[in-house]
């Protein structure tokens, strides 16, 4: 056990190490490209000149708004997606008739890129503030229904077919089997679509928005402010990376009967 | 006084047939299957592979309905799957996202018919029984294979059910695993006065633990010989080497001998290897 421990900790911090070594390779490799006059990386600005600039967004409250506003988004439309998406999902599942009703509008509505909906989307909501969470929403919608969807319809016949002889109620089977069975396909579905939702989000604010991150870096585009596009960029970067990690933290302490040993 | 039942069959299976497939896919797996089941004995089911053992315990569970024929637990027809008859798989169906022992306790839980504290004695007593006390808290996938067996019948026997149903419960396990889980299973039998339907492939662990032995014909299966086994009980292993064994392992093998015959003229592979491995038993 004391081995497993430390040889977990070591893995994290050569983990990190790596990490941190291929990010910082990464920017020193951008600062060289646009001294040396690097096709393409020429015309970006550096590293060092973008944290130049930095310090007259980071005082600024109206960037840090921009993260708010951009966060706020993500986690309303995210959080229907699963809110709907979830239950929708389950009862696809649980229900040939509704899999049969539901299914052929869904795939025809799935490949339409949430972005396409943006016109309709504003012309139907009445603020445009809801317009880009419905837009987000639709975004994760999908994937989380045919992952829970998925999941649930793989589940081993043979643990049905054990709860039910040990004499489970229905709800007994849905709440105690069905439900943490597809656990493991619900987070799929949540680490895919939180990515689709930070696509989305950044999309519609350069569109439709008055705020955001997305916002943030066409503006300074269209002012152009060029070191402040990358920090808008990079911003978006680390937003996601960190919504992301917390998908998989959750994740990973929501079923830790999927962890080795 | 009370009128003597001992007499009284705990399951009676009467004239059971199925058959699977449409057409020239027709199978007829079951013909005409019957037999009976007494209280508190083990009986062992053993018969050639796919010589439908797994559909007579679909049957028995309740999992599949027979196209005639009818079962009956203590009288009352069987319909579905009941907390009666538990079925302990060859696969394990232990439910991953339980530990060991919430697994246990699935059963008294979903019946609520039990305070948990006494649901929560019987389960460590359980537990101790089969030497998993120390794996309470561990996942079904971090057990081995035999500690997987063993955390599947404490499972079953928690629910105390009238009958207990083992479909080649020990297959795929190593050869000294499976003597161990057989000594386990002995013991809890012995101790628990089980009722216990016991499906096998393998004559030796059949003789083993068998009180009755039914021995099954190729498809359309049916019971074709029954065989009681006096052997002492508590039984050990040293029963393995004792005269009257080989005895009934002789009887029975002679059975089976027949029914591949059969098989092999029927064009049946598996039979073959049967054949051959019965020969050389016997020059030997």
Redesign the interface.
Known sequence: MAAAAVLRKNGTALRLRRGLVSVIGLLVFWEIGRRLHFPFLSAVPAPTEVIGSLDKIVGNSKFWNDWISSFSRVLSGFALAQLIGIPVGLLMAMSRTLRYLWFPPLEILRPIPPLAWVPTSIIFWPTTELSIIFVIFLGAFFTVVLNVLGGARAIDERLIRAARSFGSKPRDIFWRIVLPATLPSIITGMAVGMGVTWEVVVAAEMIAGKSGLGYFTWASYVGGNYPQIIIGMASIGIAGYVSSGAIRFLGKHATPWQQRI | MTPVTATRALLEVKSLAKSFGLGPLHQQVLENCSFQLQPERLTVLIGPSGCGKSTVVNIL?G?EAPDAGEVRLLGEPVSG???D???V?Q?T?L????TTYQNVI??PL??RNKVRKDIEADAVALLEHVGLKDFKDK????LSGGMQRRAELARAII?SPKLMILDEPFRGLDAMTRELMQEYFLKLYEGRKLSVFFVTSEIEEAIFLADQLLIMSNRPGQIIKTINVNLPRPRTADVLTSNEYLRYKDESLEVLHGEALKAFAGGSKAAADFLEAYADQKQN
């Open positions: 569970a999992y799957p009941s907390a008859r538990l079925v798989f696969e169906a439910f991953p996202w339980m699935y059963g979903v019946q996942y079904p996938r971090q629910n």
